[in-house]
């Protein structure tokens, strides 16, 4: 008896049947396209694209099922990987090959996202999340199998009640998900490090287009981003409104860079280097706890954007703030007292009375310094001259950073001692 493994011993090759599945949905999806749907009715619309959406995710799991399979076709053509037979054969360029390559090797590990996509319940985007996701828990030496386990069941329960970037937001945190008590504080060492690395990474650049135009190109931490983009909307918005009222409409994001024109043109010089003026109004949700700790969390604004609590002291220090504060039962201790900048004619003072920045080992002049509150707002500080002192941007940040401590000297300067 042949073991031939290519042929149906019933007598039925199985490759004309694949022939003959493939065929078949070829021809439904041509037939489909004949119709207009100009003319379809508006359930018939939402229930094609609500099918299509599943559909999609079953061709993407059929797709990559085959690419975790197909090392066979690099031994037969000669390619160096199936990434090389897809550029030569399908000319789809290496770079997409290969992740997709990839993504079809992390998918064929993880037994509930495979699942999930042939299903059609977990789309290819959010597939892609997971399986980073999981990737990481899987890095993470304090994760154990059962970690890895419980989290790619509650990212693919996820996958159908959020968006692909929601659900991004949750695989960051997931091992909180899974066990809070054991891994709260890995999560605000890992937000730690990612605003520092935030920090390293910002940037800004401008070139000139030679017709009347400049190209700005930044990157800055999410938490400067969430003020910018609330400052631009509250001055968008109005002329948003105003536009539409007249019959008119204009792109959105020409006028958010309207809005950033005008907060440039009408920034009040007098009042550099303060802060770079009024910082907009924030909310910042944390724990008591949280407060008080060094390696704590909050969320910034209405989004759940997590940051550190030592990020969000220093925010303190530069915005208005409107805290809300959790107690041990997330109930609301506060909500309401507004945290206010150092009035023009204080920081004028604090100029004449300290000329530079405060830090032991610093001489920056005072036009490039900040006004920090000595004793927190979270801890009662008031802002008034005797609890503030000039610090520049970078010792400001460093007071703030739990990986240092400090002291004030006798002849009020601030002396640094790095944690071992």
Same mark, same amino acid.
């Given at each position: 008896?042949?073991?031939?493994?290519?042929?149906?011993?019933?007598?039925?090759?199985?490759?004309?049947?694949?022939?003959?599945?493939?065929?078949?949905?070829?021809?439904?999806?041509?037939?489909?396209?004949?119709?207009?749907?100009?003319?379809?009715?508006?359930?018939?619309?939402?229930?094609?694209?609500?099918?299509?959406?599943?559909?999609?995710?079953?061709?993407?799991?059929?797709?990559?099922?085959?690419?975790?399979?197909?090392?066979?076709?690099?031994?037969?053509?000669?390619?160096?990987?199936?990434?090389?037979?897809?550029?030569?054969?399908?000319?789809?360029?290496?770079?997409?090959? $290969?992740?997709?390559?990839?993504?079809?090797?992390?998918?064929?590990?993880?037994?509930?996202?495979?699942?999930?996509?042939?299903?059609?319940?977990?789309?290819?985007?959010?597939?892609?999340?997971?399986?980073?996701?999981?990737?990481?828990?899987?890095?993470?030496?304090?994760?154990?199998?059962?970690?890895?386990?419980?989290?790619?069941?509650?990212?693919?329960?996820?996958?159908?009640?959020?968006?692909?970037?929601?659900?991004?937001?949750?695989?960051?945190?997931?091992?909180?998900?899974?066990?809070?008590?054991?891994?709260?504080?890995?999560?605000?060492?890992?937000?730690?490090? @990612?605003?520092?690395?935030?920090?390293?990474?910002?940037?800004?650049?401008?070139?000139?287009?030679?017709?009347?135009?400049?190209?700005?190109?930044?990157?800055?931490?999410?938490?400067?981003?969430? $003020?910018? $983009?609330?400052?631009?909307?509250?001055?968008?918005?109005?002329?948003?409104?105003?536009?539409?009222?007249?019959?008119?409409?204009?792109?959105?994001?020409?006028?958010?860079?309207?809005?950033?024109?005008?907060?440039?043109?009408?920034?009040?010089?007098?009042?550099?280097?303060?802060?770079?003026?009024?910082?907009?109004?924030?909310?910042?949700?944390?724990?008591? @706890?949280?407060?008080?700790?060094?390696?704590?969390?909050?969320?910034?604004?209405?989004?759940?954007?997590?940051?550190?609590?030592?990020?969000?002291?220093?925010?303190?220090?530069?915005?208005?703030?409107?805290?809300?504060?959790?107690?041990?039962?997330?109930?609301?201790?506060?909500?309401?007292?507004?945290?206010?900048?150092?009035?023009?004619?204080?920081?004028?003072?604090? $100029?004449?009375?300290?000329?530079?920045?405060?830090?032991?080992?610093?001489?920056?002049?005072?036009?490039?310094?900040?006004?920090?509150?000595?004793?927190?707002?979270?801890?009662?500080?008031?802002?008034?001259?005797?609890?503030?002192?000039?610090?520049?941007?970078?010792?400001?940040?460093?007071?703030?950073?739990?990986?240092?401590?400090?002291?004030?000297?006798?002849?009020?300067?601030?002396?640094?001692?790095?944690?071992?």
């Amino acid at each position: 008896m042949s073991l031939d493994g290519s042929i149906d011993h019933w007598g039925i090759n199985p490759a004309d049947a694949i022939d003959a599945e493939l065929a078949a949905i070829e021809s439904s999806l041509d037939t489909l396209l004949t119709r207009d749907p100009a003319y379809w009715r508006t359930s018939q619309k939402k229930t094609a694209l609500e099918r299509i959406e599943r559909l999609q995710a079953k061709q993407a799991a059929l797709k990559l099922r085959i690419l975790a399979a197909a090392g066979d076709i690099a031994e037969e053509t000669g390619a160096k990987d199936v990434s090389g037979w897809m550029l030569t054969e399908l000319l789809v360029d290496k770079k997409t090959g $290969r992740a997709e390559v990839k993504f079809a090797a992390a998918v064929s590990r993880y037994e509930l996202v495979a699942a999930g996509l042939a299903e059609g319940v977990v789309s290819q985007d959010k597939a892609r999340v997971i399986t980073k996701a999981l990737e990481a828990v899987e890095a993470d030496p304090a994760a154990s199998r059962e970690d890895l386990l419980l989290a790619e069941k509650l990212l693919v329960d996820y996958a159908t009640q959020m968006t692909a970037e929601d659900l991004k937001n949750v695989g960051k945190r997931i091992l909180f998900e899974v066990d809070p008590e054991r891994f709260e504080t890995a999560e605000a060492k890992a937000l730690q490090r @990612e605003e520092e690395a935030a920090q390293r990474r910002t940037f800004f650049q401008s070139r000139a287009n030679g017709d009347g135009t400049v190209d700005i190109h930044a990157r800055v931490s999410t938490a400067v981003a969430i $003020r910018l $983009r609330t400052i631009l909307d509250s001055l968008a918005q109005p002329r948003k409104l105003s536009a539409e009222d007249k019959g008119r409409k204009a792109p959105y994001d020409r006028l958010l860079g309207q809005a950033f024109a005008r907060i440039i043109e009408t920034y009040d010089v007098d009042q550099l280097p303060r802060h770079g003026g009024h910082a907009t109004t924030v909310f910042i949700t944390m724990s008591v @706890e949280d407060l008080r700790n060094d390696l704590g969390t909050a969320a910034l604004g209405f989004d759940g954007d997590q940051i550190t609590a030592a990020e969000a002291r220093r925010i303190a220090c530069n915005a208005d703030l409107i805290p809300v504060v959790l107690g041990t039962d997330s109930e609301i201790l506060d909500f309401g007292r507004s945290i206010r900048l150092a009035h023009p004619v204080q920081h004028r003072a604090l $100029r004449l009375r300290d000329k530079c920045c405060q830090a032991e080992d610093c001489d920056a002049p005072a036009a490039w310094t900040e006004a920090h509150h000595l004793k927190p707002w979270s801890a009662g500080g008031r802002t008034d001259l005797a609890n503030m002192v000039l610090l520049c941007p970078s010792d400001h940040r460093r007071i703030h950073d739990p990986d240092y401590t400090h002291e004030r000297l006798p002849d009020g300067r601030i002396r640094f001692t790095h944690r071992i």
